[in-house]
């Protein structure tokens, strides 16, 4: 995939169907923690079974035709991704992905795929739904804050992803 692919990606708009009870606030905590914890420890978790990697419909966000965007789901601990192994995910696995693969692997073929990231979902399959590219950049300066470096393999420097998904959002 050459370098500069995603200058020529087409905008996608990704509409949030209602806004967020303020009963359902700790679900934006809980991602607040998944990004400082991923990177801190460089790991992100998720499940997979013999068929791919588990999906669930988006609750709060939908395509142009107000149909839910699929969403693939994500934790910062292996033990909360362990607690959603239970009745359709039953037969999945624990897959531990490196943050800088996350980040230019996972998150930038999301994003082509037009699938959403939900972090830190409960067994209900409730959690925090983002742009992938979004996520992206809410990595990159949780990164820059803590003065932590990644290497990747696709982009050059995380710096220069940045650039890109700027452009492409913006």
């Known amino acids: 995939m050459p370098k500069n692919w995603l200058?020529?990606?087409?905008?996608?708009?990704?509409?949030?169907?209602?806004n967020i009870p303020e009963a359902l606030h700790y679900i934006v905590a809980n991602h607040k923690h998944f990004v400082e914890k991923v990177?801190?420890?460089?790991?992100?978790?998720?499940?997979?079974?013999e068929e791919g990697y588990v999906s669930a419909?988006?609750?709060?966000?939908?395509?142009?035709?107000s149909l839910p965007f699929d969403k693939l789901c994500f934790w910062s601990d292996?033990?909360?991704?362990?607690?959603?192994?239970?009745?359709?995910w039953q037969?999945?696995?624990?897959?531990?992905?490196?943050?800088?693969?996350f980040i230019e692997k996972w998150c930038v073929g999301?994003?082509?795929?037009?699938?959403i990231a939900g972090t830190e979902a409960s067994v209900e399959g409730i959690g925090f739904e983002i742009d992938p590219l979004e996520l992206v950049l809410q990595l990159a300066e949780q990164l820059k804050l803590t003065?932590?470096?990644?290497?990747?393999q696709q982009y050059g420097t995380l710096n220069d992803l940045v650039r890109q998904i700027r452009g492409i959002i913006s």
Not at 57 to 65: F, G, K, Q, S, Y
Not at 91 to 101: E, F, N, R, W
Not at 147 to 152: A, M, N, S, V, W
């Open 7 to 18: 200058w020529n990606k087409l905008k996608i708009r990704m509409i949030p169907t209602f």
């Open 39 to 49: 990177c801190d420890t460089g790991i992100v978790y998720t499940l997979k079974n």
């Open 57 to 65: 419909p988006c609750h709060l966000m939908e395509d142009d035709e």
């Open 78 to 88: 292996r033990d909360l991704a362990a607690s959603c192994i239970t009745e359709e």
């Open 91 to 101: 037969d999945c696995t624990i897959d531990a992905i490196p943050l800088s693969d």
């Open 110 to 115: 999301m994003s082509s795929e037009d699938l």
């Open 147 to 152: 003065g932590k470096q990644i290497e990747l």
